[in-house]
């Protein structure tokens, strides 16, 4: 290239070589054709405003024709801006104001991980002292009442002066019915056991329990898990004494040389 070989004549040059017509260039890069020709020509002021640069760039793009190493001859076109000198002054005040900005951004950091001795120390209160909430009444003793009461809190101990602690626990409907022994001079209790409904009650003396459908109850009487062997649907009746031991009936006589089934750890009394 010549050194008074403009842009638009450059990219004709390279475009005659190639024997690529405007036409075909128009049509490939969507772009108007007149566009091209005021390029070619440089024709700049008919281009669109800050177009002049990137439509001249994206045509020498298609031509594989490097502006970069045409600095001279792009820099002609219109829409290049030359960058004011630098002012001394301004760059001065400049970095006096980065160089403050950083010392103010460290103290801040300092002051919030080292806190001073006055940080640990509590402001004075100016607001009046409220007084305590007074404490709760101690909850009511529990009844001298042998038989329980709907609401109380029983103890967990299995035998007290109270009686024997029974606990049941349903996994269906079942009723149960609580007798106590005639010297015991307690009424009998009954009661209809729902779905995982508990129910917890002490029994001073003797006593029997009857269940309808044990199959689907827990028994525990005196802490000790009862194991009665009935399935769903089937009664039970078991009389315990007043330490709470289960009163197994005699069992029937076996057959000659038939084993002897072993008893469970249920709190029973052979």
């Known amino acids: 290239m010549t050194g008074e070989e ?33 390029i070619e020509g440089d024709h700049w002021e008919a281009l669109p405003p800050g177009r002049p640069r990137p439509l001249a760039r994206q045509l ?22 030359e960058l004011e000198p630098p002012d001394p002054r301004q760059e001065r005040l400049e970095r006096v104001v980065m160089g403050l900005l950083t010392g103010v951004s460290v103290l801040v950091l300092l002051w919030l991980v080292v806190p001073g001795p006055s940080l640990g120390r509590k402001p004075p209160s100016s607001y009046p002292t409220v007084p305590a909430k007074p404490s709760l009444p101690p909850p009511p003793a529990p009844s001298a009442s042998p038989y329980p009461v709907l609401g109380e809190l029983l103890p967990e101990v299995p035998l007290n002066e109270q009686g024997t602690l029974v606990s049941l626990r349903a996994m269906d409907t079942c009723n149960v019915r609580i007798e106590p022994q005639a010297e015991s001079g307690g009424p009998p209790l009954a009661r209809v056991l729902r779905v995982s409904e508990p129910w917890r009650l002490r029994v001073k003396g003797p006593f029997t329990l009857r269940l309808d459908n044990a199959g689907v109850v827990n028994v525990e009487v005196a802490g000790h898990r009862i194991i009665h062997g009935q399935s769903v649907g089937e009664a039970w009746t078991g009389q315990f004494d007043e330490e709470g031991h289960w009163l197994k009936l005699a069992p029937p006589e076996l057959p000659e040389g038939a084993p002897v089934p072993d008893d469970d750890e249920d709190g029973s009394r052979p």
């Not at 040059?13 to 024997?19: F, H, W």
């Open 60 to 81: 020498a793009a298609r031509l594989e024709v490097d502006l970069e190493c045409h600095t001279g001859a792009f820099q002609t076109i219109p829409g290049v801006q």
């Open 6 to 38: 403009s842009v638009g004549q450059l990219l004709q040059r390279v475009r005659e070589a190639k024997g690529i017509s405007l036409e075909a260039l128009a049509t490939e890069l969507k772009l108007p054709l007149r566009h091209l020709e005021a």
